[in-house]
């Protein structure tokens, strides 16, 4: 592993270095600010990873903070939250049928808005002036991108009026209009730089940028479309923002109030037309319950608001010729067939690959080798294809004959009954669902097993040493370091890794076993209802049933997962090494007290427990825990090995740093 990443490192620096030469002595860029910042912040990252790989002449430190100044991590007040998607008028009458039940009203009013494509900021605002500005991060805390926001012209910088709150957030996106879009391209083509592919790629990049002075020449414009806090003008979403745009921002005048699905519906068609004579991209259209007082009620799921849904316009599409079909083999056995496609430009995008989903799809539109193709790209990253054009199918074409035999290990595939796609039923035998098992559970969403990364899995298995995942605990440091580019430290390290996964708490150990559609929610969810494994195994389809989250496929899936013999096996195994097989703290959903209220604590280091139950015992107690230290950050917890960094700019921002022990007090008291 760190042998990938010195290599890794030395590429970026290579290439960073490069890009610099040509980007300020030759005057000629060849890669566009965005990949020149993502190369920039993967250095970055994997330096402050692997400090022991750091080097002076790295380019992160000659370009220091003038070009690559590092954004300033801030938490948001309240989460910033994304919208699940519908994509078609069932799913609304859906979406209005939950609503209406939930808020036991017998109509409900809604109010239908525009999608806009681009990048979501949440500005803060305090007696009139804009102070912060951030942008989405991980939901929980993100990138201080004020001083750019600021070059925005349609940002109010000062309200207008007097009747607005003290202190407010209000949310909007942030998008690059066709306009300054073409534009921008015509002038990055004229000097040779690679165009952005689209208006969103654009926007999202030119915030990110250092020089805000280049920012305010790129046109961006940003319109609202959520306004929150604790002293709103009114208890609905519409009028209040209506008001806010009487304080200057703008505020989309394609706002509509709708008292039904037909109106619902009714706006959904029209704009579906006419937003491709809108001077800006949109993607689909957001539909939110108007009263407030229903949407507290209604309230949140972990990612999104219950109480609003984006809609997606239908996808953009392009015809091609399919060349040829792979069939690529998952870690769970499914079989997926990927197309080949004669390349096409596709909403901005060259397409080479697309997803066919499964041989009932390709059944379903007879789709054959040589035939021209509709391949589509909506909000998934994967075009797909959807459909064929018969008019220009070659004479002489045959059906498709979907494989039979696994295409890794020969075993004749199966297909369930009820179910869509073929499996290779070989767990045990077939390379591709081994290792895919070993780095699902090694992942850091798993185990987090620092160390064993895919390179690492590969070669464990080339050599016979892992077959299972069990097989790692029995891992000796001579096997692991006798491995090719592998030291004594680089053993000792995924052995130390190996060791600390046997406190990674239980509902972890459960989505590492990697059972069949149980997800990390999921597995979070039944691992706080059942509190122990043999809870779990001895769990009744009817009772798994009874969990949030849980349908009939996942609790079929648990139950067929514990009735085979050699999962029971492995699962005794894994027991045996000692990971955690039993629910505690950090399974608890409970809230045990608020004494941690409104606190924000940074967790870093090593501590008596793993740092995820430091970090689960804080959210007990009411606290918040972020990733890193800002103006926000109340407490650092310093355990054994935290982070210089970390420390360092705890210390310059008079952030208080504590020990496991003093937490403790704390939540003694
Ligand atoms: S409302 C809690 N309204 O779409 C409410 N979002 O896919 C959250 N977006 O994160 C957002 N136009 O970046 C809302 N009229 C609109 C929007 C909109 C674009 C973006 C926003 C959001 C994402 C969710």
Known sequence: MSGETAKRLEFLRGELNRLNHEYYV??????????????????????????????ADSPSLRVGSDIVKEFVQVRHKYPMLSLGNTYSMEEIEEFDARMRKESGAERLEYVCELKFDGTAVGLTYEKGRLV??????????????????????????????????????????????????????RERTAKGAAPFANPRNAAAGTLKMQDSAEVARRGLDCCMYFLLGGALPFDNHYDNMRRASEWGFKVSPHMQKC????????????????????????????????????????GLRSK??????????KAEQAFTRLLSIDYQVGRTGA????????????????????????????E???????????????????????????????????????????????????????????????????????????????????????????????ALLEKGLVRDVADLYDLKK??????????????????????????????????????????????????????????????????????DEVGEKIARSVIDYFGDSRNAALVDRLKAAGLRFEADEADAPVQVSQSLSGKSFVISGNFSVARDEV???????????????????????????????????????????????????????
Not at 275 to 296: E, F
Not at 371 to 394: F, L, N, Q, S, Y
């Open 615 to 669: 970090k689960a015992l804080v959210e007990r107690h009411g606290g918040k825990t972020a990733g890193s230290v800002s103006s926000n950050t109340d407490f650092l917890v310093a355990g054994d090995k935290s982070g210089p960094a970390k420390l360092q700019k705890a210390e310059k921002l008079g952030v208080k740093i504590i020990d496991e022990k003093a937490l403790r007090a704390m939540l003694e008291q």
């Open 364 to 458: 379903l539109h007879d789709i054959r080798i040589g035939d021209t193709v509709i391949v589509e790209k909506g909000g998934e990253i994967i075009p797909k294809i959807v459909g064929v054009d018969r008019a220009r199918r070659a004479e002489g074409s045959v059906p498709l004959s979907y494989v039979e035999y696994c295409p890794v290990c020969g075993t004749r595939l199966v297909r369930p009954a009820g179910e869509a796609k073929h499996y290779c039923p070989n767990e045990s035998g077939c390379r591709p669902q081994i290792l895919g098992r070993i780095e699902h559970f090694v992942g850091r969403r798993a185990m987090n097993i620092e160390g064993i990364g895919e390179e690492t899995a590969v």
């Open 259 to 298: 008292g039904s699905v037909g109106e619902i519906a009714a706006f959904l068609a029209r704009w579906d037309a006419e937003r491709k004579t809108l001077p800006y991209d949109t993607d689909g259209a957001v539909i939110k319950v108007n009263s407030l007082a229903i949407q507290r009620e209604t």
């Open 26 to 55: 030759l005057n000629s860029p060849s890669a566009d600010d965005f990949s020149y910042d993502r190369l920039m912040e993967e250095l970055v990252t994997l330096e402050s990873l692997h400090p022991e790989l750091r080097s």
């Open 335 to 362: 079989v997926t067939p990927v197309a080949n496609l004669a390349p096409v430009q596709l909403a901005g995008t060259t397409v080479k690959r697309a997803s066919l989903h499964n041989a009932e799809q390709i």
């Open 132 to 185: 912060r500005a951030l942008t989405r991060g991980d939901g929980e805390a993100g990138d201080d991108v004020t001083a750019n926001v600021r070059t925005v012209r349609s940002v109010p910088l000062a309200l207008t009026g007097d009747d607005y709150p003290q202190e407010f957030e209000i949310r909007g996106e942030i998008f690059m209009p066709f306009a300054s879009f073409d534009r921008m391209n």
């Open 304 to 313: 999104s608001p219950r109480w609003a849904v984006a809609y997606k316009f």
């Open 478 to 547: 001579e096997q692991i370091a006798g491995l090719e580019r592998m030291g004594e430290r680089s053993a000792e390290n995924i052995l130390a890794g190996l060791e600390k996964s046997k406190s990674a708490p239980f509902a972890r150990v459960l989505f590492a076993l990697g059972i069949r559609y149980a997800g990390e929610t999921t597995a979070k969810k039944i691992a706080s209802a059942f509190r122990s494994l043999d809870g779990v195994r001895n769990a009744t389809f009817d009772e798994l049933m009874q969990t």
